[in-house]
């Protein structure tokens, strides 16, 4: 079992920069490829980022390529979600999710654990 508890969320202006925080606890956090996904109101959960177990790969959707930078500290059992020049359309509960697979990943399925997710407000 993996504990995962997101911090950093809040409320910022559009182009304004949040950074997000994942703690895990549990089983040997650099075992797990992390991902971080959200879901905005009304709408379908979706994938945002996912990192590998050593930190080398990274994997974005479309939307946040060049803004969000997804990264990991396996001694601190941590992995992080930057987010620069943040968009209204980018408010949403994020979450991350760990999965024991070796590839990434950007279905759901593929991640055994998640956190209870961050709000994420972005004001225009």
């Known amino acids: 079992q993996v504990q995962l508890v997101e911090s950093g969320g809040g409320l910022v202006q559009a182009g304004g920069s949040l950074r997000l925080s994942c703690a895990a606890s549990g089983r040997t956090f650099s075992n797990y490829i992390m991902g971080w996904f959200r879901q905005a109101p009304g709408k379908e959960r979706e994938f945002v980022a996912a990192?590998?177990?050593?930190?080398?790969?990274?994997y974005y959707t479309d939307s946040v390529k060049g803004r969000f930078t997804i990264s990991r500290d396996n001694a601190r059992n941590t992995v992080y979600l930057q987010m620069n020049s943040l968009e209204p359309e980018d408010t949403a509960v994020y979450f991350c999710?760990?999965?024991?697979?070796?590839?990434?990943?950007?279905?759901?399925?593929?991640?055994?654990?998640w956190g209870q997710g961050t709000q994420v407000t972005v004001s225009s």
């Open positions: 990192i590998t177990r050593s930190g080398g790969s990274t």
């Open positions: 999710a760990a999965g024991g697979g070796l590839l990434l990943s950007h279905r759901d399925s593929s991640y055994a654990f």
